[in-house]
């Protein structure tokens, strides 16, 4: 299925220049000058390269239609992954480093959907949301609350997102993985 260049989000799988690619990270950029375009950082899943490509928005690239397969996350071995099948309950072993930005949000137990492409399994997709703990905020600078600002704050994985001032450490919030941004508080 062809896409457009301004269309592409982290996750995607494109097929480009003859290999599979994970989008790993985007940036829309408007220059003054010029068309809009989209800095897309992607990962060959094949081979592991990385490349940054500047997709204007008139161009199209081809989204690969992976077959999906629902899969349970059991536990890490050394720098592997151990999977279990819904269905059959076969279990699969897969590299840590598949999971790329979104690895620190795995946790165990969680559904994660295994994609396949020709058989054999190219990506994870965690869910969109997670929650997660502060464990670490910054004080508020007196005189900042009524503005938009945010502070960084650290969670109980270990990744580091900006969050608005109201937030402390110890209070649960909703995250996007893989933005790696704050959504709003956990109910």
């Not at 503005?147 to 109980?156: F, G, H, Q, T, W």
């Amino acid at each position: 299925m062809k896409i457009s260049g301004v269309d592409i989000r982290p996750g995607n799988i494109l097929e480009y220049e003859g290999g599979i690619w994970k989008v790993a990270k985007i940036q829309h950029t408007q220059p003054g000058k010029g068309g809009a375009y989209m800095q897309v950082e992607m990962k060959n899943l094949q081979d592991g390269r990385k490349t940054n490509v500047r997709f204007r928005s008139a161009d199209t690239v081809e989204k690969v239609r992976l077959d999906t397969k629902d899969y349970q996350f059991l536990y890490e071995d050394g720098d592997m992954l151990v999977f279990m099948d819904q269905e059959s309950y076969e279990q699969i072993n897969l590299p840590s480093d598949l999971l790329g930005d979104a690895r620190p949000f795995l946790q165990d137990g969680m559904q994660v959907k295994l994609e396949l492409w020709e058989e054999k399994p190219i990506s994870v997709e965690l869910p969109q949301q997670v929650e997660a703990t502060i464990v670490e905020a910054d004080a508020v600078v007196k005189g900042q609350t009524a503005s938009s600002s945010y502070k960084p704050a650290i969670l109980d994985n270990g990744v580091r997102i900006m969050v608005p001032p109201h937030i402390e450490s110890g209070t649960r919030i909703v995250v996007d993985v893989y933005e790696q941004a704050y959504i709003g508080k956990a109910n």
